[in-house]
């Protein structure tokens, strides 16, 4: 084509570019300062000083920003510099992590530089892909990655795998000649290549017509770049938790100042000093570093089952997703068309299992295998593919269709080589899409053979006889063949129709003789349909989104057990219907479907959001550039690692390696694990916080029945409390393995919060037990006479005790202590102990010792301890059996 009408590209300011000699090299850098360079933005990173300061973002923080501050105003030194030190410990811990998150990302973000061949200055030139321009004339071939959006001037057996921006397993046909208005769908624009797609076939020049942020890809990128409202689920979780329990300190600080107030006593810096401690003590400042590790492991044992972590927080997503709209084309399919049945002229069918490139797979039927082998030895010649064994693994090349008759010979044990070597090619008809057929001429000894391949209409209409059972030529029975087409049709498979006849040249297209059907799919990946099942067992529903054809996604849904035969598909059209109506009509629509077809980008956006408002946590799988806005709206984003594009694996936050959707299903049970053991350690923290908090009550309460009692520990002491003497076993405690089971349960409601009923309960028994008798023996050792620097000593040994019990119980909800294997989580075996002599080691060192106020304790005195604290087991492990007991009572 020499011209195009409507085409109004500028590349300088004087004169278009010219469709044969391309722009000069100063048009070039005229539009290159006008444009900008052809790559996609990247969204600036934080500096290590802002993710520093963003660590001191929480109500936490603040509480003990405030209780450093006063602490320094009282002369409490030691307690105000440990309380900074603390703080800043925490915040270069969070900086580091988080910098090393974002070099990762930046890492992923840089890709590898192409070139592109264009016409410049009348001469053809390789430049980078970055300095096209629009009024480039780019020159591409079959295998060349599309550098930005092009109209066509010149096409020669174009085809194009546009599946990364529609979802269209099939290479879309391409022809210069053909006009498109520009508003037409992306899948109908014949007349144009898009940037990130592949040419699979032919040659081609064409206009850049858009680059960078104007090209379909940089559109999708554009929406990619705004803030993303959805957030994981442990964010939601965890942040209504901090914000109620800083709610619930500040609360029980007025109450415990009221208290003192009542009772009298207390001067106003004995008041403010035990607030402080009271601030201290409730507050779980191991809460951020158990978390981080308990994802740190979430995210190590997910490597291993081919699930990678982008981003640290996205390690528990999995485990409470109750949705997942899933792609179909290269995630449930494995994206390469496969031959499921062959239909002979007299009704023979075959059978044929196996997918893929790999000639794995049988071939059943009842028909002739010689009339089956003709048929495929057609579709081997009318061919341009190839199919080789190498590195291990078969690998192809060349138009999906017809690597499909290439698989099928290989499964017929018919040699590709042989046949080729024996009918010499003498021409060769390609594939254009106004024509619906290719073919082949070629010599076998004395005679020619015209062998073609394409749609059933066009075969139908160039043949006059066919092939009966015996073999022999018949007249053609167009109505029965009819028949046939349309009943695989409906069963969402590609069809073709092969023919041949002996001639001369490949113009003989009339007077042949039919040979039979072969009907074609993207067939699902074998583990795909065990792998929803999974999903299903354990509460999580599961939708397939694709661009392909309604009939085609109904076949391949019913076929992993997502729907009926019968069930309807909601479609594209369908949702704009519904969108004209209301977003009430549009949400009835969307909410109870399991399969859309024809969906667009936007509108798998809006799938996701629709599902959100419902109530569900979603997430989000795919490998085009078409799944990228919906994977980032959704409440956790997860790409194909191998075929993915690098829009999506960069908008993901998770990455599968083996594009495997069951792997999907083993990070899910993985973050269910981590999510067991983020409650197990908050459970753990909560309860040594209420304990403690219990013990100050206690002691402002018994100013009421006589003297004041003075503050039973200092604020340096919990603070060591928390952070060293518990601070090992909270974090050992993050290492638990599965206890079993974790995929049968239902997935946790959307609005479930972490401090639920069970931890609620557990809290209160065991931080009363706890609380109870610490004070207790705090009350016990001030009456007999003991001083008050070492009744606080006795007490905090108490507490590090109880804490060492409490960690051991804490390792499963319900299973007793004594039926999980000892040395399941090692970390925690040797945490135990480890704190237990750090403690005592700070009784004995004079300068810790003099900063927290400490001194040893005798034999015996531990000893008493240890059994004060030994029953906190007992009362643990009869709550877990009455658990257990309420369970199997709910379950009846």
Not at 77 to 85: P, Q
Not at 284 to 304: F, H, K, N, S
Not at 822 to 830: E, G
Request: proline share 5%; charged share 20%; with cysteine.
């Amino acid at each position: 084509m020499d011209s195009q009408e409507g085409l109004t590209l500028e590349p300088s300011a004087n004169r278009p570019a010219s469709q044969t000699e391309g722009l000069t090299s100063a048009e070039a850098a005229e539009a290159q300062a006008r444009h900008g360079p052809n790559r996609l933005p990247e969204p600036p990173l934080p500096g290590p000083l802002a993710l520093f300061f963003r660590q001191f973002r929480s109500p936490f923080i603040y509480i003990l920003v405030v209780a450093a501050t006063v602490s320094f105003l009282l002369g409490q030194m030691s307690s105000g510099v440990f309380i900074v030190a603390v703080l800043l410990l925490n915040a270069v811990i969070g900086t580091i992590q988080e910098v090393s998150a974002t070099r990762a990302a930046a890492a992923l973000r840089k890709m590898v530089k192409g070139t592109a061949k264009v016409i410049r200055d009348g001469a053809p030139q390789v430049v980078d892909i970055e300095d096209l321009v629009p009024g480039d004339l780019v020159m591409l071939a079959s295998g060349d990655k599309v550098p930005a959006d092009i109209r066509l001037v010149h096409s020669q057996s174009v085809a194009a795998d546009e599946s990364m921006l529609t979802g269209e397993s099939l290479a879309t046909t391409k022809n210069a000649q053909v006009m498109v208005a520009d508003d037409a769908p992306l899948g109908d624009r014949q007349n144009q290549l898009f940037a990130g797609t592949i040419m699979t076939h032919g040659r081609a020049r064409g206009l850049v017509t858009a680059t960078a942020l104007d090209t379909e890809l940089g559109k999708i990128a554009g929406r990619l770049s705004a803030p993303r409202t959805s957030e994981p689920p442990l964010m939601i979780r965890i942040r209504k938790f901090t914000y109620k329990v800083a709610a619930a300190i500040f609360v029980a600080i007025v109450l415990l100042v009221a208290l003192m107030l009542m009772s009298g006593g207390y001067d106003a810096e004995g008041m403010i000093l035990m607030a402080i401690g009271l601030a201290v003590s409730t507050i779980p400042e191991g809460l951020p570093a158990a978390l981080t590790v308990a994802l740190a492991i979430g995210m190590r044992r997910m490597a291993a089952h081919n699930v990678i972590i982008r981003k640290l927080i996205a390690v528990e997503a999995l485990g409470s997703c109750t949705f997942i709209c899933s792609d179909k084309t290269g995630t449930l399919t494995v994206n390469e068309l496969t031959i499921r049945q062959v239909v002979l002229p007299d009704g023979s069918r075959f059978d044929v299992s196996g997918e893929g490139v790999s000639p794995g797979g049988r071939i059943e039927g009842n028909g002739s295998t010689e009339r089956l082998r003709d048929l495929c030895i057609t579709g081997v010649l009318a061919n341009e593919s190839q199919l080789d064994y190498a590195g291990g693994e078969w690998d192809s090349s060349g138009d999906i269709v017809d690597v499909a008759f290439l698989v099928l010979a290989k499964k017929l044990g018919l040699s590709i080589s042989d046949i080729n070597e024996r009918q010499r090619r003498l021409d060769l008809i390609p594939y254009e899409s106004e024509n619906a057929y290719s073919g082949s001429l070629n010599r076998d000894g004395d005679t020619t053979w015209l062998y073609v391949k394409g749609s059933p209409e066009k075969m139908l209409a160039c043949c006059s006889r066919m092939i009966d059972a015996g073999g022999t030529p018949v007249a053609l029975d167009a109505a029965t063949i009819q028949a046939q087409f349309e009943d695989l049709g409906r069963q969402g498979y590609r069809v073709l129709a092969l023919a041949r006849r002996q001639a001369d040249n490949t113009e003989a297209l009339t007077d042949m003789t039919f040979l039979g059907l072969v009907a074609m799919i993207d067939p699902i990946r074998p583990e795909a349909k065990e792998a929803v099942a999974r999903c299903r067992a354990g509460g999580i529903e599961v939708a397939m989104v694709t661009g392909d054809h309604p009939a085609t996604a109904r076949a391949i849904a019913a076929e992993l057990g997502l729907c009926g035969p019968d069930d309807p598909v909601v479609t594209g059209t369908d949702i704009r219907a519904a969108n004209a109506q209301s977003t009430d009509a549009a949400d009835a629509l969307i909410r109870p479907a399991r399969v859309f077809a024809r969906i667009e980008p936007q509108q798998k956006e809006q799938i996701v959001t629709s599902l959100m408002r419902g109530g569900h946590f979603v997430g989000v799988t795919g490998d085009g550039v078409n799944d990228a806005p919906a994977m980032g709206a959704a409440n956790v984003g997860i790409a194909m690692g191998k075929r993915g594009t690098d829009v999506a694996r960069e908008t993901a936050d998770l990455i599968i390696t083996d594009d495997n959707f069951a792997s999907i299903v083993d990070g899910i049970e993985q973050g269910r694990i981590v999510y067991n053991n983020i409650r197990k350690v908050i459970a753990l923290l909560i309860a040594t916080g209420f304990s403690a908090l219990l013990l100050f009550f206690l002691t402002a309460l018994a100013g009421f029945f006589g003297p004041a009692l003075p503050m039973p520990m200092i604020a340096v002491q919990l603070l060591w409390l928390n952070l060293v003497a518990n601070g090992l076993q909270d974090v050992a405690l993050a290492f638990e393995p599965k206890e079993g089971g974790e995929l049968d349960a239902r997935p946790r409601r959307p609005s479930e919060p972490i401090f639920e009923r069970h931890i609620i309960e557990h809290v209160l028994l065991t931080g009363t037990v706890m609380g109870g008798l610490a004070f207790a023996v705090y009350w016990y050792v001030l009456h007999i006479g003991i001083p008050e620097a070492e009744a606080r000593n006795l007490v905090l040994m108490q507490m590090v005790l109880f804490g060492n019990i409490h960690a051991l119980n804490s390792r499963s909800e319900r299973r007793s202590l004594l039926r999980i294997p000892f040395f399941a989580n090692p970390f925690l075996i040797c945490a135990v102990p480890l704190a237990q002599l750090i403690h005592i080691a700070a009784l004995h060192l004079p300068v810790i010792s003099d900063v927290l106020q400490l001194q040893p304790v005798t034999p015996r005195e531990w000893l008493l301890l240890l059994g004060v604290a030994s029953i906190l087991f007992v009362v643990e492990e009869a709550h877990k059996w009455t658990v257990r007991r309420r369970d199997r009572r709910a379950a009846r």
